[in-house]
């Protein structure tokens, strides 16, 4: 079908928990290694490390590397409920506002119902901090 596409895949999930340090450094080795858009789907309520996941995000978009996240999985608002890791810096921009990573794309999921159902039942959610739904 795309035979000018390369997937190359990095394990930065261990058994389920993923760690700041390891998602930081998965995003670095793909970028490194040529990546153009990285694919995430996984996701937490709290994040330990924010700084190194942030470092990250940057270096991949100074590298031009798009990254694509997936909302979650836990039904939940995200707009007042934190899932990480996420496009909004721990470092506020100007005028006390969230700074916001231009590289990020959040993907929440769709069911096979339309109108007012078209989320689906386990999908997080939010006006601010969800981009997109796609088939999930």
Known sequence: MADNVRIMSV???PDGDERDKDVANAIIYAVDNGASIINMSFGKAYAWD????????KYAQKKDVLLVHAAGN???ETDDLGNFPNDIYNKRGGLFKSKRAKNWIEV???SWKGGEDAVASFSNYGKENVDLFAPG
Do not use: I
Request: hydrophobic content about 55%.
């Open 50 to 57: 924010k700084e190194a996941v942030d470092k990250a995000v």
């Open 108 to 110: 929440g999921a769709l």
């Open 74 to 76: 836990d039904a939940k």
């Open 11 to 13: 394990r930065a999930v």
